[in-house]
């Protein structure tokens, strides 16, 4: 397969735009609120949704504590996978590749803060629902459109057969006609 930058671009475009929007958003945090720290607009909004700084040493929403070095690196094998595999998927395949897009954008977003900082900032905090970040949630969005792709894509192929097999018993073959017949083997003249 040959290198072409323009089958790349509708990968890295997206994933650079949440990779700019992660860290940016994770720098006014840490420059606008000491670690603990909570922020609300609107008090009756504090129950729902708040911002908050916070320190994740684990995975998305806060799971795997203290498995930086490892996740750090899952997280550099997961976007070289992504990498390689992306010029691979069908153009034609818009969700999966916008899928693809998303979890390279938050992998390596959550990749420069365990490089950097030795930890994940998060900030957003939802109701009860652990506190997270940009990259998690564009990790876990990708998640959900690539299982709704698959999803698609089975469904697509397990009606092909369904299709076929509908139009050759609504047009079964004339008498003769693909029967290995011809005139020297006893058709009719």
């Known amino acids: 397969m040959k290198f072409s930058i323009q089958r790349y671009l509708t990968l890295l475009v997206p994933a650079t735009l949440i990779i700019l929007a992660d860290q940016a958003s994770k720098e006014i945090i840490r420059r606008s609120l000491q670690f603990e720290e909570t922020w609300v607009p609107w008090e009756w909004l504090a129950p729902y949704a708040r911002l908050v700084h916070w320190r994740n040493f684990g995975a998305a929403f806060g799971m795997f504590q203290n498995g930086n070095v490892i996740l750090a690196t899952l997280a550099a094998v997961v976007a070289v996978m992504i990498i390689y595999y992306y010029p691979r998927v069908a153009p034609e395949d818009r969700l999966l590749r916008l899928a693809l897009s998303l979890q390279l954008g938050g992998a390596v977003g959550n990749l420069i803060d365990r490089l950097i900082q030795g930890y994940v900032t998060d900030f957003i905090s939802v109701g009860t629902f652990p506190v997270f970040n940009i990259a998690d949630a564009s990790i876990s969005i990708g998640a959900v459109l ?16 369904d299709e076929e097999h509908h139009q050759q018993s609504v047009y079964p073959p004339a008498a003769g006609v693909g029967a290995g017949m011809n005139q020297e083997e006893g058709g009719d003249d």
């Open 146 to 161: 690539l299982v709704i792709s698959v999803w698609f894509k089975e469904k697509a192929e397990s009606q092909k057969p």
